[in-house]
Protein backbone atom coordinates (compact mmCIF):
# COMPACT_ATOMS: atom_id res chain seq x y z
CA UNK A 1 0.00 0.00 0.00
CA UNK A 2 1.36 3.53 -0.76
CA UNK A 3 0.43 6.85 0.98
CA UNK A 4 1.33 10.20 0.40
CA UNK A 5 2.91 12.17 2.99
CA UNK A 6 4.32 16.01 2.62
CA UNK A 7 4.91 15.62 -0.94
CA UNK A 8 5.97 11.73 -0.95
CA UNK A 9 4.65 8.63 -2.13
CA UNK A 10 6.03 6.38 0.28
CA UNK A 11 5.12 2.32 1.50
CA UNK A 12 2.37 3.04 3.98
CA UNK A 13 3.83 1.62 7.41
CA UNK A 14 7.07 3.97 6.15
CA UNK A 15 4.60 7.27 6.74
CA UNK A 16 5.65 8.41 10.11
CA UNK A 17 4.83 11.74 11.76
CA UNK A 18 6.92 13.94 14.25
CA UNK A 19 5.87 13.21 18.08
CA UNK A 20 5.11 17.17 18.57
CA UNK A 21 3.28 17.19 15.46
CA UNK A 22 0.22 19.41 16.80
CA UNK A 23 -2.28 17.16 15.06
CA UNK A 24 -1.18 14.08 17.77
CA UNK A 25 -0.87 16.90 20.94
CA UNK A 26 -4.06 19.29 20.29
CA UNK A 27 -6.11 17.74 17.41
CA UNK A 28 -4.75 20.63 16.13
CA UNK A 29 -6.13 19.40 12.59
CA UNK A 30 -8.31 19.04 9.85
CA UNK A 31 -9.88 16.02 7.88
CA UNK A 32 -11.77 14.89 4.81
CA UNK A 33 -12.79 11.64 3.25
CA UNK A 34 -14.04 10.92 0.08
CA UNK A 35 -14.65 8.49 -2.58
CA UNK A 36 -14.10 7.05 -6.62
CA UNK A 37 -17.15 5.16 -8.41
CA UNK A 38 -15.47 3.81 -11.43
CA UNK A 39 -12.11 5.87 -10.50
CA UNK A 40 -14.13 8.78 -11.00
CA UNK A 41 -14.16 10.51 -7.96
CA UNK A 42 -17.52 12.42 -6.68
CA UNK A 43 -18.33 15.57 -4.54
CA UNK A 44 -14.09 16.10 -3.96
CA UNK A 45 -14.35 19.85 -4.95
CA UNK A 46 -16.73 19.80 -2.35
CA UNK A 47 -14.97 18.08 0.04
CA UNK A 48 -12.10 20.22 -0.18
CA UNK A 49 -14.15 23.38 0.03
CA UNK A 50 -15.12 22.21 3.24
CA UNK A 51 -11.97 21.82 4.26
CA UNK A 52 -11.01 25.07 3.56
CA UNK A 53 -13.89 26.64 5.12
CA UNK A 54 -12.42 25.05 8.24
CA UNK A 55 -9.18 26.39 7.74
CA UNK A 56 -10.15 29.53 7.51
CA UNK A 57 -12.04 28.95 10.57
CA UNK A 58 -8.75 27.21 12.94
CA UNK A 59 -6.90 29.64 10.96
CA UNK A 60 -4.95 27.09 9.46
CA UNK A 61 -3.02 27.96 5.68
CA UNK A 62 -3.49 25.46 3.40
CA UNK A 63 -0.74 26.29 0.73
CA UNK A 64 -2.13 23.73 -1.65
CA UNK A 65 -4.66 24.01 -4.86
CA UNK A 66 -7.55 21.80 -5.11
CA UNK A 67 -5.81 21.02 -8.50
CA UNK A 68 -2.89 19.53 -6.68
CA UNK A 69 -5.20 17.31 -3.90
CA UNK A 70 -7.28 16.01 -6.58
CA UNK A 71 -3.64 14.76 -8.93
CA UNK A 72 -2.51 13.07 -5.22
CA UNK A 73 -6.13 11.33 -4.59
CA UNK A 74 -5.71 10.49 -8.43
CA UNK A 75 -2.09 8.94 -8.06
CA UNK A 76 -2.59 7.29 -5.34
CA UNK A 77 -5.79 5.40 -6.59
CA UNK A 78 -3.44 4.54 -9.76
CA UNK A 79 -0.57 3.53 -7.77
CA UNK A 80 -2.97 1.32 -5.64
CA UNK A 81 -4.31 -0.27 -8.45
CA UNK A 82 -7.83 0.97 -7.01
CA UNK A 83 -11.20 1.39 -8.72
CA UNK A 84 -13.46 2.17 -5.79
CA UNK A 85 -11.49 3.97 -3.51
CA UNK A 86 -11.89 5.71 -0.43
CA UNK A 87 -9.21 8.68 0.41
CA UNK A 88 -8.59 10.01 3.72
CA UNK A 89 -6.84 13.13 3.89
CA UNK A 90 -5.63 14.92 6.57
CA UNK A 91 -3.55 18.04 7.41
CA UNK A 92 -2.52 19.44 10.73
CA UNK A 93 -0.76 22.64 11.73
CA UNK A 94 2.64 21.04 11.94
CA UNK A 95 5.46 19.68 14.48
CA UNK A 96 6.67 22.59 16.28
CA UNK A 97 9.43 22.02 19.49
CA UNK A 98 8.45 22.51 22.44
CA UNK A 99 5.04 22.39 23.10
CA UNK A 100 2.92 25.13 23.22
CA UNK A 101 -0.82 25.39 23.04
CA UNK A 102 -0.87 29.08 20.86
CA UNK A 103 0.45 28.58 17.90
CA UNK A 104 4.21 28.25 16.54
CA UNK A 105 5.85 30.81 14.28
CA UNK A 106 7.86 27.99 12.46
CA UNK A 107 5.76 25.05 12.01
CA UNK A 108 4.94 23.91 8.38
CA UNK A 109 1.41 21.93 8.19
CA UNK A 110 1.75 18.50 7.69
CA UNK A 111 -0.66 16.89 5.11
CA UNK A 112 -1.24 13.22 4.33
CA UNK A 113 -3.57 11.08 2.20
CA UNK A 114 -4.00 7.59 2.04
CA UNK A 115 -5.93 5.78 -0.12
CA UNK A 116 -7.71 2.05 0.59
CA UNK A 117 -10.67 0.13 -1.25
CA UNK A 118 -14.38 1.44 -0.65
CA UNK A 119 -16.67 -0.95 0.44
CA UNK A 120 -20.30 -0.48 -1.38
CA UNK A 121 -23.24 -1.55 0.90
CA UNK A 122 -25.19 -4.69 -0.68
CA UNK A 123 -27.99 -3.69 -1.54
CA UNK A 124 -29.94 -6.85 0.94
CA UNK A 125 -28.22 -5.05 3.46
CA UNK A 126 -29.14 -1.33 2.52
CA UNK A 127 -32.74 -2.44 2.13
CA UNK A 128 -33.35 -4.15 5.24
CA UNK A 129 -31.66 -0.79 7.25
CA UNK A 130 -29.53 -0.95 10.27
CA UNK A 131 -29.79 -0.03 13.86
CA UNK A 132 -29.19 2.94 16.13
CA UNK A 133 -28.56 3.85 19.44
CA UNK A 134 -29.24 7.35 21.12
CA UNK A 135 -26.92 9.23 23.13
CA UNK A 136 -26.91 12.82 24.34
CA UNK A 137 -24.46 15.40 22.17
CA UNK A 138 -21.53 15.96 24.48
CA UNK A 139 -19.08 17.51 21.40
CA UNK A 140 -18.11 21.33 21.59
CA UNK A 141 -19.72 23.97 19.37
CA UNK A 142 -18.48 24.10 16.22
CA UNK A 143 -19.57 20.87 15.19
CA UNK A 144 -19.12 22.12 11.81
CA UNK A 145 -15.45 22.34 11.62
CA UNK A 146 -14.31 18.70 10.48
CA UNK A 147 -11.46 18.65 12.57
CA UNK A 148 -9.97 15.49 14.19
CA UNK A 149 -11.23 15.89 17.56
CA UNK A 150 -13.04 13.20 17.10
CA UNK A 151 -12.99 11.58 21.07
CA UNK A 152 -16.82 12.21 21.57
CA UNK A 153 -17.52 10.63 18.08
CA UNK A 154 -15.26 8.01 18.88
CA UNK A 155 -17.07 7.01 21.96
CA UNK A 156 -20.41 7.22 21.04
CA UNK A 157 -19.51 4.91 17.79
CA UNK A 158 -17.72 2.69 20.20
CA UNK A 159 -20.92 2.38 22.45
CA UNK A 160 -22.86 1.54 18.98
CA UNK A 161 -20.61 -1.21 18.31
CA UNK A 162 -21.05 -2.62 21.79
CA UNK A 163 -24.67 -2.45 21.75
CA UNK A 164 -25.13 -4.43 17.88
CA UNK A 165 -25.55 -0.89 16.50
CA UNK A 166 -24.28 0.74 13.90
CA UNK A 167 -24.09 4.56 14.89
CA UNK A 168 -25.40 6.39 17.61
CA UNK A 169 -27.93 9.25 17.42
CA UNK A 170 -27.07 12.34 19.31
CA UNK A 171 -29.19 14.22 20.81
CA UNK A 172 -28.99 17.71 22.53
CA UNK A 173 -31.66 19.09 24.80
CA UNK A 174 -34.24 16.73 23.65
CA UNK A 175 -33.43 17.19 19.93
CA UNK A 176 -31.74 15.00 17.32
CA UNK A 177 -28.41 16.62 16.04
CA UNK A 178 -26.47 14.07 14.11
CA UNK A 179 -24.85 10.57 13.97
CA UNK A 180 -21.37 9.70 15.32
CA UNK A 181 -20.45 10.00 11.98
CA UNK A 182 -23.51 10.52 9.67
CA UNK A 183 -26.29 12.76 9.41
CA UNK A 184 -29.58 11.99 10.29
CA UNK A 185 -33.05 12.34 8.71
CA UNK A 186 -36.89 12.09 9.52
CA UNK A 187 -39.59 11.37 7.12
CA UNK A 188 -42.80 12.60 8.26
CA UNK A 189 -45.89 13.64 6.33
CA UNK A 190 -44.05 13.42 3.70
CA UNK A 191 -41.48 15.77 4.46
CA UNK A 192 -37.72 14.97 5.12
CA UNK A 193 -36.86 16.33 8.38
CA UNK A 194 -33.31 16.86 9.71
CA UNK A 195 -31.15 19.19 11.68
CA UNK A 196 -29.83 22.92 9.77
CA UNK A 197 -26.52 23.42 8.59
CA UNK A 198 -25.19 25.31 11.53
CA UNK A 199 -22.66 25.31 14.36
CA UNK A 200 -24.22 22.08 16.05
CA UNK A 201 -23.21 19.89 13.39
CA UNK A 202 -21.40 18.91 10.19
CA UNK A 203 -22.71 20.24 7.05
CA UNK A 204 -22.07 16.96 5.28
CA UNK A 205 -21.36 16.85 1.78
CA UNK A 206 -23.69 13.77 1.38
CA UNK A 207 -26.73 15.70 3.08
CA UNK A 208 -26.07 18.72 0.66
CA UNK A 209 -26.10 15.85 -2.15
CA UNK A 210 -29.40 14.56 -0.79
CA UNK A 211 -30.88 18.14 -0.03
CA UNK A 212 -30.01 18.68 -4.12
CA UNK A 213 -32.10 15.20 -5.36
CA UNK A 214 -35.27 15.72 -3.24
CA UNK A 215 -35.60 19.58 -4.52
CA UNK A 216 -35.26 17.19 -8.00
CA UNK A 217 -37.53 14.76 -7.12
CA UNK A 218 -40.13 17.53 -5.60
CA UNK A 219 -39.69 16.30 -1.70
CA UNK A 220 -40.11 18.69 0.43
CA UNK A 221 -36.47 19.22 3.13
CA UNK A 222 -37.48 20.71 6.75
CA UNK A 223 -34.19 22.61 7.87
CA UNK A 224 -35.25 22.60 11.38
CA UNK A 225 -34.17 20.38 14.59
CA UNK A 226 -36.92 17.35 15.05
CA UNK A 227 -37.58 16.28 18.69
CA UNK A 228 -36.09 13.20 19.71
CA UNK A 229 -39.45 11.52 20.22
CA UNK A 230 -40.06 11.82 16.30
CA UNK A 231 -37.17 8.64 16.11
CA UNK A 232 -39.66 6.08 16.32
CA UNK A 233 -42.79 7.50 15.29
CA UNK A 234 -41.61 8.94 12.08
CA UNK A 235 -42.81 6.98 8.85
CA UNK A 236 -39.25 6.56 7.54
CA UNK A 237 -35.28 7.33 9.50
CA UNK A 238 -32.07 7.52 7.97
CA UNK A 239 -29.07 8.30 7.91
CA UNK A 240 -25.84 9.70 5.70
CA UNK A 241 -22.56 10.13 5.03
CA UNK A 242 -19.82 9.52 2.07
CA UNK A 243 -19.43 5.74 2.83
CA UNK A 244 -22.86 4.42 3.13
CA UNK A 245 -24.76 7.27 0.74
CA UNK A 246 -28.12 6.44 2.84
CA UNK A 247 -29.19 3.86 5.11
CA UNK A 248 -32.35 3.20 6.68
CA UNK A 249 -32.26 2.80 9.91
CA UNK A 250 -35.14 0.13 11.40
CA UNK A 251 -34.41 0.07 15.27
CA UNK A 252 -33.54 2.20 18.30
CA UNK A 253 -32.92 1.86 21.34
CA UNK A 254 -34.17 -1.60 20.88
CA UNK A 255 -37.44 0.19 19.62
CA UNK A 256 -38.98 -0.59 16.15
CA UNK A 257 -38.04 2.93 14.04
CA UNK A 258 -38.19 4.02 10.49
CA UNK A 259 -41.20 1.44 9.63
CA UNK A 260 -38.29 -1.40 9.88
CA UNK A 261 -36.35 -1.49 6.45
CA UNK A 262 -36.37 1.40 3.69
CA UNK A 263 -39.20 3.73 3.17
CA UNK A 264 -40.17 5.47 -0.40
CA UNK A 265 -38.52 8.09 0.22
CA UNK A 266 -34.71 7.35 1.31
CA UNK A 267 -35.52 5.15 -1.56
CA UNK A 268 -35.97 7.32 -4.35
CA UNK A 269 -33.56 9.40 -3.01
CA UNK A 270 -30.88 6.60 -2.76
CA UNK A 271 -31.86 5.93 -6.79
CA UNK A 272 -30.38 9.28 -7.55
CA UNK A 273 -27.09 8.25 -5.65
CA UNK A 274 -27.26 5.34 -7.78
CA UNK A 275 -27.98 6.58 -10.66
CA UNK A 276 -25.48 9.06 -10.70
CA UNK A 277 -22.70 6.21 -10.38
CA UNK A 278 -23.68 4.01 -13.01
CA UNK A 279 -23.61 7.26 -15.33
CA UNK A 280 -19.35 7.34 -14.44
CA UNK A 281 -19.08 3.79 -15.79
CA UNK A 282 -16.81 4.36 -18.51
C1 LIG B 1 -20.10 14.00 12.64
C2 LIG B 1 -20.38 13.73 11.20
N1 LIG B 1 -21.55 14.12 10.67
C3 LIG B 1 -21.84 13.89 9.37
C4 LIG B 1 -20.95 13.22 8.54
C5 LIG B 1 -21.31 12.99 7.09
O1 LIG B 1 -20.58 13.84 6.25
P1 LIG B 1 -20.29 13.45 4.74
O2 LIG B 1 -21.63 13.27 4.08
O3 LIG B 1 -19.55 14.60 4.19
O4 LIG B 1 -19.52 12.18 4.76
C6 LIG B 1 -19.72 12.80 9.05
C7 LIG B 1 -18.75 12.13 8.19
O5 LIG B 1 -17.71 11.71 8.58
C8 LIG B 1 -19.43 13.07 10.40
O6 LIG B 1 -18.25 12.69 10.94
Redesign the pocket.
Given at each position: VISYLNGEYLPHDRCTVHIDDRGLLFGDGLYE?WRSHHKVFFGDRE?LA?MRYGAEQIRLALPWSDDEIIGVAHRLQELNGLTDTLIYLQVTRGAATPRTHHFPKDARPTIFMTARAAKTTPWEERQAGVKCITLPDLRWAR?DI?TVN?LP?ALARQAAVENGAYDAILCRDGFVT??????VYAVAGGKVHTHPKNPR??G????GFILTFAAELGIPVIEEPFPREWLWTADEVFI????IDILPVNCIDGRPAGGGKMGPVARALYGRFHETYQGMKL
Open positions: VHRCKLNEGGATNVLGITRSSVS
